[in-house]
């Protein structure tokens, strides 16, 4: 008989409703359903970003509702477009000015490997640079492959160690 620990577990009898759960379960299930993106639309496919946004896609119901254009309150950096070696220092840039724990979204063909642009002034993909959690395809991807793509990177966070990760210092002096 093999016993698995479930993340979550309820039990009706016990006065007031109690949940038990593990505490990274909590902090995950938390930080997977508040994600705050920064857009960062480089070429067309930010059309379709913006059309995630949009009431026909409706993107806040998964949590990333609040789009940040600030890097120090954004945890989810959506890569959408063709990224050039003149524009790959300023994304590296705000990508290191985005706190801990942060993710990256690569949305489209160019962002993922360059796409159609072979050249010398194209970087063939944004995993060159910072690391990738979800790869969105598609010239441009549609609205549907990008809620696609986040719900994957939410069950990413969601298999995440947070606490022995966030606090490892902590844990080393105990």
């Given at each position: 008989?093999?016993?698995?620990?479930?993340?979550?577990?309820?039990?009706?009898?016990?006065?007031?409703?109690?949940?038990?759960?593990?505490?990274?379960?909590?902090?995950?299930?938390?930080?997977?359903?508040?994600?705050?993106?920064?857009?960062?639309?480089?070429?067309?496919?930010?059309?379709?970003?913006?059309?995630?946004?949009?009431?026909?896609?409706?993107?806040?119901?998964?949590?990333?509702?609040?789009?940040?254009?600030?890097?120090r309150q954004a945890d989810v950096?959506?890569?959408?477009?063709?990224?050039?070696?003149?524009?790959?220092?300023?994304?590296?840039?705000?990508?290191?000015?985005?706190?801990?724990?942060?993710?990256?979204i690569a949305m489209g063909a160019?962002?993922?490997?360059?796409?159609?642009?072979?050249?010398?002034?194209?970087?063939?993909?944004?995993?060159?640079?910072?690391?990738?959690?979800?790869?969105?395809?598609g010239c441009p991807p549609r609205?549907?492959?990008?809620?696609?793509?986040?719900?994957?990177?939410?069950?990413?966070?969601?298999?995440?160690?947070?606490?022995?990760?966030?606090?490892?210092?902590?844990?080393?002096?105990?």
């Open positions: 008989m093999s016993t698995t620990l479930s993340p979550v577990a309820y039990d009706g009898k016990i006065e007031g409703n109690v949940i038990f759960t593990q505490l990274d379960a909590a902090i995950n299930w938390m930080r997977s359903h508040s994600l705050w993106p920064m857009p960062m639309g480089l070429a067309c496919c930010a059309i379709e970003l913006m059309a995630a946004s949009s009431s026909r896609f409706d993107i806040s119901r998964f949590g990333a509702e609040v789009m940040r254009f600030s890097p950096m959506i890569v959408a477009g063709t990224v050039t070696y003149k524009m790959a220092l300023a994304v590296k840039r705000i990508w290191d000015q985005m706190p801990e724990p942060k993710w990256c160019c962002a993922s490997s360059g796409g159609m642009y072979r050249s010398y002034a194209v970087l063939q993909g944004i995993d060159h640079l910072i690391p990738v959690d979800v790869y969105v395809s609205p549907e492959a990008l809620l696609d793509g986040l719900m994957k990177l939410q069950a990413k966070i969601m298999k995440e160690h947070s606490v022995t990760e966030q606090k490892k210092e902590l844990l080393e002096n105990l």
